[in-house]
């Protein structure tokens, strides 16, 4: 069986979502300036051996299509698994069958097949830890409580669907940082998430150690826990309208775009189900992906995958003012009306880039008092500077 009765999805924003419900989130990143097609081969490697074969994730996901229109998600004949060949392996995504439509809905799932925190919440085993936890690091505890129960977990027939690891750089050691990640503003981020998730452990591991005969070593412990992170990272998506992150089964291995290219998926309160719907035409045999948002830099750090040619990958370009401007503490005051601090940081994206920026390096230029309200005067439609 998949799923169960629990309160709707729609009730399940987590409190202690800080700070990891940051990692999920469409938002401006520095672009993934990485040796990753040329060298990243081994890596990957490991996460595609930790897995299934491939055919037999094709043969499973058709499976769990099927299952979850007999027990009532509806349009799952709309899509089919099928094998897609990367430059570092293998991957399994879905396609369209038929011709669609823009608007159409492409896949609609049950609220109560979809997993969040609140399954985590209320797990028997380690439902009283998770719900000190965010939503992302519950998520996780529930995956690895019940992968501990092989074949006999009521969510078997989705977690056959979900990799055993993935290639995160979050999973590399530091030998495979040096060779793919230097000179990449992605490194940083990668040293500094790694260490949250050993200290998020550190206060984790205080639970297992006080009931060590209940919480198996070899499946609750640190490499485990932070493998299966990354497995969470790559599964689920958030879902606007419920403010929550979910994995949805079939809908968790969709491909993700970053071009604004792709479907949407959310949660529609009204019908109490997990929507996939294209917001630009297919055709049969093209693959479906969804809207994500997130540069190429979020996407390595958080499913081990890049997408060719992402319109939403940026370089930030730094602006501030100078020290010993004599109008400093005049603009700076300007500035903290707009929201805006003396050193700022903006993205600049290969075709565009925010018209504030220009309007800070007026600012932080200009001697002429009576220019200022000109700088900061907004243009029509825009925000800000």
Sequence with gaps: MLGHQRPALRQCSNSHSAPFSAWHKPRANQLAQCRWHNGSRKVAARALAAR???????????????WLQTYGAQQTSNLEPKRFRTNVGERVGLIACRDVQQGEVLLEVPESFAVTAIDAEQHELIGHIAKECSELVAMTLWLMA???????????LLLQTLPDSTASPLLWEDQEWAELLTGSPVLTEARNRQSALQQQWTQLVKHFQQDADKYNQAVFNEAVFVRTFCVVLASTSYLPSAQ?????????????TGNDNGCTLDYDTGRQTVMVVATRPYREGQEVLINDGRPNGELLLSTGTLQDANMSDCLYFPASLIAADRYYSMKAQLLESFGFGPEERFPVYADRFPIQLLSYLRLSRIQDPGQFAQVCTPPPCTGGL
């Design 52 to 66: 299934s074969s491939d055919v037999e994730l094709v043969a499973t996901v058709a499976h769990l299509l099927r």
């Design 146 to 156: 019940e992968r501990s129960k092989g074949s006999e977990s009521a969510w078997s």
């Design 244 to 256: 929550c992150f979910a994995i949805v089964p079939a809908a968790s291995c969709l491909g993700r």
